[in-house]
Antibody
């Protein structure tokens, strides 16, 4: 069974940094691209970043470019999102999602998410 | 950026009825790379349909996706009580990947 478990969220002041982690199990991480998707309260999901299984990266949201960094460690079955210079508008549940393996940027399985609250 | 417009915003139906949800794209979605997700309160979204019309693993055949280009539809043939949720369409053909604002399917 595919399992994705996020951690690292919490309450942080504007301008601060957080590092989110996603522990993957039930599948071979090295065979899949991965994404981070966030969802602000009461809003639709928003794709944040994508990393291929060969470490090619894409940042969907212009608002996070230069502030967020996606990375992976296949040996540790883990995905990461380093978030710097956090803003109030970054407040959201952050989901780790697995690439579907179709060659496109589709995600299929999602974790349960970790809440990031940016507030003074 | 491809903007996805979903309609209606809210759909009120009873179990056993047929639901038709629409997703319109501001420009053609390449290769019909259009997905539908279902989200229940407090849960992560669940993939239902990908490539506009392919059912994801384990999704019942009462869920059908159709359409191409800029107009896409999700049809639920006979609603079950567990189907009531928010549904999002998403395009994954072009960066940035974008979602629609969702259709809330509520029980009448």
């Amino acid at each position: 069974e595919v399992q994705l478990v996020e951690s690292g969220g919490g309450l942080i002041q504007p301008g601060g940094s957080l590092r989110l982690s996603c522990a993957a199990s039930g599948f071979t991480l090295s065979g899949h691209s991965m994404s981070w998707v966030r969802q602000a309260p009461g809003q639709a999901p928003e794709c944040v970043a994508h990393i291929s299984n060969t470490n090619g990266v894409m940042y969907d949201a212009d608002a996070v470019k230069g502030r967020f960094t996606i990375s992976r460690d296949d040996a540790k079955n883990s995905l990461y999102l380093q978030m710097n210079s956090l803003r109030v508008e970054d407040t959201a549940v952050y989901y780790c999602a697995r690439g579907a393996g179709t060659g496109a940027w589709l995600v299929d399985n999602w974790g349960q998410g970790t809440l990031v609250t940016v507030s003074s | 950026e491809i903007v996805l417009t979903q309609s209606p915003g809210t759909l009120s139906l009873s179990p056993g009825e047929r639901a038709t949800l629409s997703c319109r794209a501001s420009q053609s979605v390449g290769k019909n790379y259009l997905a539908w997700f279902q989200q229940k309160p407090g849960q992560a979204p669940r993939l239902l349909i990908f490539d506009a019309s392919s059912r994801a693993t384990g999704i019942p055949d009462r869920f059908t996706g159709s359409g191409s280009g800029t107009n896409f539809t999700l049809t639920i043939s006979r609603l079950e009580p567990e189907d009531f949720a928010v549904f999002y369409c998403q395009q994954y053909a072009t960066s940035p990947r974008t979602f629609g604002r969702g259709t809330k399917l509520e029980m009448k």
